[in-house]
Nanobody, 126 residues
Framework: VQLQACGGGLVQAGGSLNLSCSAS????????IGWFRQAPGKEREFVAG????????NYVDSVKGRFTISRANAKFTVYLQMNSLELEDAAVYYC????????????????????WGQGTQVTVSS
């Protein structure tokens, strides 16, 4: 199983980035996908999650209204559109997969995710 996160970069505060997570080696439509982030000196935290069929979505409160998660099962890809980026959004962003073959929700707990991508750096400048 491989999860490949990409799309990070350097952006000014208020700007936008679109991250993508491409998966291979798993039955993609049976997995919820989550985005997590980890800033230096901080624990990895949940950012957004999407259920296996895209109907269940949840966000951490700090990104609601600014970030949008979506998925294209035919492309084995999940996206995280990040708008109005703030300095506090700077971190390494990881995508992860949790098997949820029979339920629609996406967990918020890090330990419920089995497979992880390598991370993509998001840097926000003032």
């Amino acid at each position: 199983v491989q999860l490949q996160a990409c799309g990070g970069g350097l952006v000014q505060a208020g700007g936008s980035l679109n991250l993508s997570c491409s998966a291979s080696g798993l039955t993609f439509r049976s997995y919820a996908i989550g985005w997590f982030r980890q800033a230096p000196g901080k624990e990895r935290e949940f950012v957004a999650g999407i259920g296996r069929n895209g109907n269940y979505i949840n966000y951490v409160d700090s990104v609601k209204g600014r970030f949008t998660i979506s998925r294209a099962n035919a492309k084995f890809t999940v996206y995280l559109q990040m708008n109005s980026l703030e300095l506090e959004d700077a971190a390494v962003y990881y995508c992860a997969a949790a098997q949820r073959s029979y339920v629609a929700y996406a967990p918020r707990i890090l330990n419920e995710y089995t497979f992880w991508g390598q991370g993509t750096q998001v840097t926000v400048s003032s």
